[in-house]
């Protein structure tokens, strides 16, 4: 679905297919020119989903994962932190997303770290971003693997597409 609109039916299908096999979709976007800005979202609609969409930038590039992503699930703990030590092994690429809208001011992110040592795991969940909130913690999904992900952009207003600069 490379270089299909957001608003195609075929990718509205698409995305509620994922949702029904997986109970939740997990996408991310990438911004245009935003010097590989990217942020990984959940959401457990789709009517969730296009609003959200609905609300970024046309040439944004919004990739969808058909599988399950992102399985340690919890509230930032020592238990949560010794789960995720023990299920990603060292060496390994993983991310963290903090699940909780950030606001500081006018701006509003999900936090995310990547990295892929078990020290810096730990650290990143102890931080404060992260420790007590509700965070997404797993190998980082291979969003470049087309046979895993789909993907489309969001169109200027009068429906034209553009790729962006990632």
Request: include cysteine.
């Amino acid at each position: 679905m490379q270089n299909v609109s957001t608003s195609n039916p075929k990718f509205a299908e698409k995305v509620a297919n994922v949702l029904r096999l997986n109970g939740e979709i997990v996408a991310v976007f990438r911004f245009d020119r935003s010097a590989g800005g990217r942020s990984y979202e959940f959401f457990n609609s789709c009517e969730g989903f296009f609003q959200r969409i609905a609300d970024l930038p046309p040439k944004t590039s919004v990739i969808i994962f058909e599988k399950a992503q992102f399985p340690i699930r919890g509230v930032t703990d020592n238990s949560l932190i010794e789960q995720a030590k023990s299920e990603i092994p060292e060496g390994t690429d993983w991310a963290i997303v903090r699940t909780t809208l950030l606001t500081m001011g006018s701006q509003s992110w999900f936090h995310v770290f990547e990295d892929s040592s078990h020290l810096e795991l730990e650290n990143e969940l102890r931080d404060e971003y992260c420790w007590g909130h509700p965070v997404a913690v797993g190998v980082e999904p291979d969003w470049h693997d087309l046979e895993s992900t789909f993907s489309a952009l969001i169109p200027h207003e009068d429906g034209r597409i553009e790729q962006g600069i990632y």
